[in-house]
């Protein structure tokens, strides 16, 4: 009978450019765990959360959930404000971009943020709403900084305005996510738009550091 004889040179071999495989198999697997826990968990009624997604590099989910009880203390209408992160950098980018087709694909969101030529081509897709119609949000922006979040889409050649710049929102960017040349939009399927935009503009509003820590000071307070 033939035999097949594996020697410890060759597994050292096998791992070592194989590597890979098992690595984002196992992210697979956990993904996937990820998703069918999240179908099957009970769910918050659409009207009363909104959902950040923070799409590109690494978060602090700590600071990141930190922030999130913050704006959802002035929003007393709301059960829920979620950040999640999707990341697309290094070994793991091929495995977020597979969980970014399928969030968008499952119209999972209210709100993402996107380096700007990521951001660009999803906005050509028709994945955001337009903003024109929100000058008061608008207002907080010069039109210059407005022109590089104006674009045209496959199903409608005018442009227009599909997100706004976050570049210098320091409460998320020097906390913990990098906000450097990116932009943040509603999401065009949204079922809570009217209240995604106002923490969109909340999060505008309370774009400094000083100005965040001042409001998460005043909650870590009335929770004691």
């Not at 704006?71 to 980018?93: C, K, Q, S, W």
């Not at 409608?156 to 210098?168: H, L, M, S």
């Amino acid at each position: 009978m033939y035999k097949i004889q594996v020697n410890r040179e060759q597994i050292r071999n096998h791992f070592h450019y194989d590597k890979w495989k098992y690595v984002l198999g196992i992210v697979l697997v956990v993904f996937s765990w990820s998703m069918l826990a999240n179908i099957t968990a009970p769910r918050t009624p659409a009207d009363k959360k909104v959902d950040i997604y923070l799409v590109g590099g690494f978060m602090l989910e700590e600071q990141a959930a930190e922030y999130a009880d913050t704006v959802l203390a002035d929003f007393p209408e709301l059960m829920e404000v979620n950040i999640f992160n999707i990341g697309l950098e290094g070994d793991l980018e091929y495995a977020g971009r597979q969980k970014l087709m399928v969030m968008v694909g499952s119209q999972s969101g209210d709100i993402y943020s996107f380096t700007r030529d990521e951001f660009e081509g999803m906005a050509k897709l028709g994945a955001f709403l337009p903003l024109d119609d929100y000058p008061e949000l608008l207002s907080y922006f010069t039109e210059e900084q407005l022109e590089k979040c104006t674009f045209t889409t496959e199903e409608d050649p005018t442009a227009r305005i599909y997100g706004i710049p976050i570049n210098d929102v320091d409460a998320i960017g020097k906390n913990f996510f990098v906000t450097e040349d990116s932009m943040m939009g509603v999401m065009a399927y949204s079922q809570n738009i009217e209240k995604s935009l106002e923490v969109l503009k909340w999060i505008i509003e309370n774009k400094d550091t000083a100005q965040y820590e001042q409001k998460r000071q005043a909650l870590l307070e009335t929770s004691k």
